[in-house]
T-cell receptor, first 114, second 114 residues
């Protein structure tokens, strides 16, 4: 059974700092991994999707890496800004075919201090 | 950019009442999902839907829950007799064909059962 964990649960950094969020999954047979952002009381915004054949995916100041063999992904945020404050979730699809339901981690609550 | 839209954004209902949550997936997507997130907990899979039938449902999705695609655009989640523990944020998602495709989420409906 696939399980997804994220550490740390919460992180507070000063503005401008580079930071890394971690995501671990127990079953390495994944198609891809998605990173999401969730603002308080709001929906899920997809940030990056990294395919199982990729090792990295970049979008602006965000860089996601994937190491399937070790069951890990990291989300690197460069030059953090107060507007980056949110909860960051990772998720992997399970089931394939007509299902491909996402299994989510518990998230990392990020606070960027001005 | 096309979006998944959900209505209402907030629904307050008395325990025991029926509630219908509505979603309009992205127009060319064929796979549809409902997830829920109880306050402070993980996002959990409820049900996936493809080709006008449920492809998978979780243990949470019991006989009180049903989904329907009544026309070519809407996708609904019905809870027949709501319980206090149904209070949560409910997210609809959709995706294109292909196990490597990302899921796109709506902003959610906050369901409060009194």
């Amino acid at each position: 059974k696939q399980e997804v964990t994220q550490i740390p649960a919460a992180l507070s950094v000063p503005e401008g700092e580079n930071l890394v969020l971690n995501c671990s999954f127990t079953d390495s047979a994944i198609y891809n991994l998605q990173w999401f952002r969730q603002d308080p009381g709001k929906g899920l915004t997809s940030l990056l999707l990294i395919q199982s054949s990729q090792r990295e995916q970049t979008s602006g100041r965000l860089n996601a890496s994937l190491d399937k063999s070790s069951g890990r992904s990291t989300l690197y945020i460069a030059a953090s800004q107060p507007g980056d404050s949110a909860t960051y979730l990772c998720a992997v699809p399970v089931g394939g075919g007509a299902t491909n339901k996402l299994i989510f981690g518990t998230g990392t609550l990020l606070a960027v201090q001005p | 950019e096309p979006e998944v839209t959900q209505t209402p954004s907030h629904q307050v209902t008395q325990m025991g009442q029926e509630v219908i949550l509505r979603c309009v997936p992205i127009s060319n997507h064929l796979y549809f999902y409902w997830y829920r997130q109880i306050l402070g907990q993980k996002v959990e899979f409820l049900v996936s839907f493809y080709n006008n039938e449920i492809s998978e449902k979780s243990e949470i999705f019991d006989d009180q829950f049903s989904v329907e695609r009544p026309d070519g655009s809407n996708f609904t989640l019905k809870i027949r007799s709501t319980k206090l523990e149904d209070s949560a944020m409910y997210f609809c998602a959709s995706r294109l064909t292909g196990s490597n495709q990302p899921q796109h989420f709506g902003d959610g409906t906050r369901l409060s059962i009194l």
